[in-house]
């Protein structure tokens, strides 16, 4: 089965650290979406791409937060400085080439922890 | 405000009874009303997506209908393995992207 891989599965850190988390989305799906979810908000959208270039990165704080694609194969979603209330499941998905909305394939998430 | 709204929270089944989920949605631009399966320590997992009001999507124990303003998901004979948390989205035309509803959190018991 294609599946959407992230890395880390855990990450502790420490405030005022620098957190990447990596995915590789499935092959051949040309949209890349990063969401974050928390039990107070859910799922939040904060990116995402459509062959490499973003399309959106409103939900992000953008002091902070930033996200690239460096190729087709790799998403990146960096924090600098990490704080507390960044912690939260990270969920990387992909969408296949198509118009309008797409069925997302979701990674198994990002685990932070921020102290 | 585009906004998707799921109830209840939580929802807690006897083995075999069957009920339903409430999504209402209010988003221009709508292309498509998706759910999805999340199980815990896991990402969503794709169930269903309804593009027309009338549609309706069934899958083993699960069917899914959709109106102008809100979507169900009908659990029917529910079992103890049902037991998971129910996301709502709404699709957008441009771009692609989904919202997501806060979920519904079932629970089965035998």
């Known amino acids: 089965d294609a599946r959407v891989t992230q890395t880390p599965r855990h990450k502790v850190t420490e405030m005022g650290q620098e957190v990447t988390m990596r995915c590789q989305p499935i092959l051949g799906h040309n949209t890349v979406f990063w969401y974050r979810q928390t039990m107070m908000q859910g799922l939040e959208l904060l990116a995402y791409?459509?062959?490499?270039?973003?399309?959106?990165d409103s939900g992000m704080p953008k002091d902070r937060f930033s996200a690239e694609m460096p190729d087709a194969t790799l998403a990146t979603l960096k924090i600098q400085p990490s704080e507390p209330r960044d912690s939260a499941v990270y969920f990387c998905?992909?969408?296949?080439?198509?118009?309008?909305?797409?069925?997302?394939?979701f990674g198994a998430g990002s685990r932070l922890t921020v102290l | 405000e585009d906004q998707v709204t799921q109830s209840p929270e939580a929802l807690r089944l006897q083995e075999g009874e069957s009920s339903s989920l409430n999504c209402s949605y209010t988003v221009s631009g709508l292309r498509g009303l998706f759910w999805y399966r999340q199980d815990p320590g896991k990402g969503p997992e794709f169930l269903f997506t309804l593009y027309s009001a009338g549609e309706e999507k069934e899958k083993e124990r699960l069917k899914a209908t959709l109106t102008k303003k809100e979507s169900f998901l009908h659990i029917t004979a529910p079992k103890p393995e049902d037991s998971a948390t129910y996301l709502c989205?709404?699709?957008?035309?441009?771009?692609?992207?989904?919202?997501f509803g806060q979920g519904t959190e079932l629970s089965v018991k035998p």
């Open positions: 989205a709404a699709g957008y035309n441009q771009g692609g992207k989904l919202i």
């Open positions: 791409f459509r062959n490499r270039a973003p399309l959106d």
């Open positions: 998905a992909s969408g296949p080439r198509g118009t309008g909305a797409n069925v997302l394939t």
